[in-house]
């Protein structure tokens, strides 16, 4: 018993302390995304989803034909697998 009290405590402080940096982040975002709007750039939020897009894509592009040769050797590596377990 005493340890579940413990156990809520510890996660009921811990979740405060989340909660209370998220909305410190946010504020802070909030103002560093108006300072970007007062220099004409847009949100910062959107620059960096498109430059992890951007990266993937480029990642993608370079290497599709590993990616291609990796999703189609799985089935043969399946049943290789299959077949050396069944020995």
Do not use: C, W
Request: net charge positive; no cysteine; aromatic share 6%.
């Amino acid at each position: 018993m005493r340890k579940r009290v413990i156990l809520g405590a510890v996660g009921l402080a811990a979740g405060s302390v989340l909660i209370a940096q998220a909305l410190s982040a946010r504020r802070e975002l909030k103002r560093y995304n108006n300072s970007r709007a007062m220099s004409g750039e847009g949100p910062f939020e959107r620059e960096d989803l498109t430059t992890v897009l951007d990266e993937i894509g480029h990642n993608f592009s370079n290497n599709s034909g590993d990616v291609k040769s990796f999703f189609t050797s799985i089935p043969e590596d399946a049943m290789r697998y299959a077949r050396m377990k069944s020995m």
